[in-house]
Every structure is written in C-alpha cells, then in structure tokens.
T-cell receptor, first 111, second 114 residues
C-alpha cells in the first residue's frame, strides 16, 4: 500500500541555519502531498501542499517541490528560527482521499 | 473560535476500564477521523466517518468503536482498555473526502493505560 518515509530526527540546528527534511513516498497513481507541523502541545496544522508533479508548495518561508521522478517531497527553509521548533509530518492522500502520514521529524532550533 | 474540540485532554485508565473520547467540530464538515500518534510511527488512522450515521475502519481499528450520531460529533470508545492503547489520540475533520482541502485537527487527548 501507499506509504511515506521521513528522515529520522531529532534534527538540531542553530538559528538562521538552512533546513532540509527529507520525505519520500510510495504510491499508486498520483497522490497529493502535504507537510503538516505540530507545535508542542497542539494538534497538527497544514503547512503546505502540492497536488501534482513539479508543483511547489510554500508557506511561512518553507518550501517543498513535488518530484515524481524521485518520489520525493523534501521540506526546506533558508533560515530557521527558534519558533520553528516543532514536529514536521510529511503526508500523502491515498486513492480514497484519506491522509497517510510519515513518522514525523522533530526539529529543535537553538538560539 | 471555530475548530475541532477534543475532550478530555488527559486521562489515565486502568487495564480493562472503558472510556469514550469526544470530538466536536463546528465547521459543518462532513468527514471526521480518529488517529493515534505513537513515537516513531507517525499518525495512524483508527476509524473515520463520511457523514452522519456512517463509520468505517481505518488502518488500526481493533479494540476501538466509534459512533457519529450527530454531524458535529464523533465519539471514540475503548470498551476494555489495554496498555497497548496508551497513546495520543487526535481527531480531525475535513470539508471534503479529498485531502487537498486539508484536515483541521484537535489538540489531542493523551491517554495512559496502566
């Protein structure tokens, strides 16, 4: 079945460092791809999405490009802030439209 | 504020006890979902509902039951709790079955079964 694999965390960065969180997927068909963010003590929030190959989703300085040839949707940010510390989940929509999540990657940004 | 509200936020149960988790949404969403979140495993779908009076099994339904008697509420029940059900439970709702519209999540219920 469809699945999502993310790089293991935790990832620890200094403020203003460049961030990459890798995400690859296995799917039948052409799913939509998502990044969700979970701040401490809160539920998940949609960060960005891409619905077809070569689309780039972006929000709050984060970007991810839907790469069909490498089945990837890596999350990037040029300069992270302490406030970006959170758990990030990559997800895809299965053929029925439901979300399938990766295992999550914890990001910790130090001042 | 509009959104998804989960109650309770925390609960400790003894093995064999039963309980019901309540999820309420005020966005008139048709679709509602229950996930559990475990370390290193992400979120896994327990049950979901595509409308009032309907429910369906997700990836990990065993040991849980659900009901959707009213459109705005989705209840998750544990009839006989087991330590393996210690987890954080999230409810979510969406306007459309197509995930492209995004899900709105509640803030979670942390359940410990001892």
């Amino acid at each position: 079945g469809d699945s999502v694999t993310q790089m293991e965390g935790p990832v620890t960065l200094s403020e203003e460092a460049f961030l990459t969180i890798n995400c690859t997927y296995t799917a039948t068909g052409y799913p939509s791809l998502f990044w969700y963010v979970q701040y401490p003590g809160e539920g998940l929030q949609l960060l960005l999405k891409a619905t077809k190959a070569d689309d780039k989703g972006s929000n709050k300085g984060f970007e991810a490009t839907y790469r069909k040839e490498t089945t990837s949707f890596h999350l990037e940010k040029g300069s992270v802030q302490v406030s970006d510390s959170a758990v990030y989940f990559c997800a895809l929509s299965d053929p029925g439209g439901k979300l399938i999540f990766g295992q999550g990657t914890e990001l910790s940004v130090k001042p | 504020n509009a959104g998804v509200t989960q109650t309770p936020k925390f609960r400790v149960l003894k093995t064999g006890q039963s309980m019901t988790l309540l999820c309420a949404q005020d966005m008139n969403h048709e679709y509602m979902y229950w996930y559990r979140q475990d370390p290193g495993m992400g979120l896994r779908l327990i049950h979901y509902s595509v409308g009032e009076g309907t429910t369906a099994k997700g990836e990990v339904p065993d040991g849980y039951n659900v009901s959707r008697l009213k459109k705005q509420n989705f209840l998750l029940g544990l009839e006989s709790a087991a330590p393996s059900q210690t987890s954080v439970y999230f409810c979510a709702s969406s306007y459309s079955m197509t995930a492209n519209y995004g899900y709105t999540f509640g803030s979670g219920t942390r359940l410990t079964v001892v």
